[in-house]
């Protein structure tokens, strides 16, 4: 018998089989990997921008897991890699993004990492902090109205845009409404170069919940299967017609906001070095190994697989073409590009 069948039996796995378990290691691995192909690129000349959400893999794997493919919508801001990896994005659609070639889903029209992709139910991104979130609460509403039971709405901000008046107004809403969605907060202590401390007086945004009317948890973030647990509560409350959850998941952010920040400026190394000792990653690539979800060798194994299909998604992407001016008017509207004709 391998090690990777003998799972100890005092392992709380909250339900998941080894193949879920691995899927969201793979998910963490892909989203590390891509993050830095894309300051690898940048700083190469490649591309003109990335951003960055190392430090953020256990919250978006974890949340990830709990989103039902085919029935949920996913309403993302633009550090959510991992979670449009985790629900489905593939890899190669990633790179086109970020080389904004023809075939990516806007063909190279968007920033990169603002994907979007009607198939696997997940909303186009806005880089305007917040402006997500009535969108999420649209969708939500529009739930309810057809009601479409059995259907729920995750959408995901920093920190940073609970200073937003589109946030508290979005709250405020759904409560009231009592509408199936999920607020995640993936608070990384940073509003790019602002700390949490020049924000707000409080020291959990979960705490902020009760003033709207709905249940708020803080989880630890940088623990994917206690994301998932608490995602997957606030989701099945959705569902069930339970109404909204404010989840914040706290985590850190590793590397700078994006390639264009350099966050020297406003924090130490020694402060970045010391969070480090948290890291996701490696943290869960132990608690599998230890547990016998995967041998050392089926570790080893996923990794190359990884990086395999990263390296082959950079190399089959950059080779496609830019889309041609002709088509500058196009796949901006659904049906006829010339709507106000």
């Known amino acids: 018998m391998s090690k990777a069948t003998r799972a ?17 290691l ?17 700083r190469q000349g490649k591309i003109p921008f990335a951003s960055a959400s190392e430090g953020h893999e256990a919250v978006q794997a974890g949340a990830a897991m709990a989103f039902e493919r085919g029935k949920d919508i996913l309403v993302p801001y633009y550090r959510d890699l991992g ?24 063909a190279g029209r968007q920033f990169p990492h603002h994907y979007a992709s009607r198939r696997l139910g997940l909303h186009t991104i806005s880089s305007v902090i917040a402006a997500q979130m009535p969108h999420a609460v649209g969708a939500a509403f529009a739930f309810k109205a057809r009601g479409e039971a059995g259907r729920a709405v995750l959408t995901t901000f920093g920190d940073g845009a609970t200073s937003e008046g589109e946030w508290h107004e979005s709250l405020n809403f759904a409560a009231v409404h009592k509408l199936p969605v999920v607020f995640l907060c993936e608070n990384n202590e940073w509003a790019i170069s602002t700390p949490q401390r020049l924000q707000m007086a409080v020291a959990d ?48 952010r590793f590397l700078s906001h994006t390639t264009d920040d350099d966050d020297r400026t406003y924090r130490s190394r020694e402060e970045v070095d010391e969070r480090r000792k948290d890291d996701p990653v490696p943290k869960f690539e ?23 299909a990263a390296n082959d998604a950079t190399d089959r992407a950059e080779t496609m073409p830019y889309a041609e001016p002709s088509e500058l008017y196009t796949r901006l509207y659904e049906g006829p590009w010339e709507p106000w004709r």
Not at 211 to 231: K, N
Not at 288 to 306: I, K, P, W
């Open 8 to 24: 100890k039996p005092d392992f709380e796995r909250h339900g998941l089989s080894n193949e879920q378990l691995v899927q969201m």
């Open 26 to 42: 793979w998910t963490m691995l892909m989203q590390r990997t891509l993050e830095n192909r894309g300051f690898q690129l940048n």
């Open 83 to 106: 979670l449009a990896l985790g629900i489905g994005l593939t890899p190669y659609e990633v790179l086109l993004s970020l080389f904004a070639r023809a075939d990516d889903h806007s």
């Open 205 to 252: 945004v979960a705490a902020r919940a009760e003033g709207y009317g709905m249940p708020g948890e803080s989880v630890d973030g940088f623990d994917v299967l206690a994301c998932y647990v608490a995602v997957k509560r606030a989701m099945d409350r959705a569902r069930g017609g339970g109404g909204p959850t404010l989840v914040e998941a706290k985590c850190y």
């Open 286 to 308: 132990r608690l599998l190994v230890e547990n016998g979800v995967l041998s050392e060798d089926e570790l080893v194994g996923v990794q190359r697989r990884v990086l395999a």
